[in-house]
Nanobody, 114 residues
Framework: QVWLVESGGGSVQAGGSLRLSCRAS????????MAWYRQTPGNQRELVAN???????NYTDPVKGRFTISRDNAKNMIYLEMNSLKTEDTAVYYC????????WGQGTQVIVSS
């Protein structure tokens, strides 16, 4: 059984930084693609960033230049470094793998206040 657990969310003022972590129960050497999504109340989850086994990554336009996704395959960890946070970044952030048809973590709340 594959599971994902996010951590690192919290409350921060605009302009601040947070680092989210996602631990996978399966070796990341066996998982090519991982992603971070976020969701606000009443809205669908939106893709924030993708990362592949070779370390290549891409980002949705609103976070480009501010967020950095990374992975440590040896530790089965995915990270999302978030800098210059804005109030519109407030959301629940989820880690996702496409393994087994799609696996989501439980989410971690990020609140950015002005």
């Amino acid at each position: 059984q594959v599971w994902l657990v996010e951590s690192g969310g919290g409350s921060v003022q605009a302009g601040g930084s947070l680092r989210l972590s996602c631990r996978a129960s399966l070796s990341l050497f066996r998982i090519n693609h991982m992603a971070w999504y976020r969701q606000t109340p009443g809205n669908q989850r939106e893709l924030v960033a993708n990362i592949w086994r070779d370390g290549s990554a891409n980002y949705t336009d609103p976070v480009k230049g501010r967020f950095t996704i990374s992975r440590d395959n040896a530790k089965n960890m995915i990270y999302l470094e978030m800098n210059s946070l804005k109030t519109e970044d407030t959301a629940v952030y989820y880690c996702k793998s496409k393994v087994n048809g799609g696996v989501w973590g439980q989410g971690t709340q990020v609140i950015v206040s002005s």
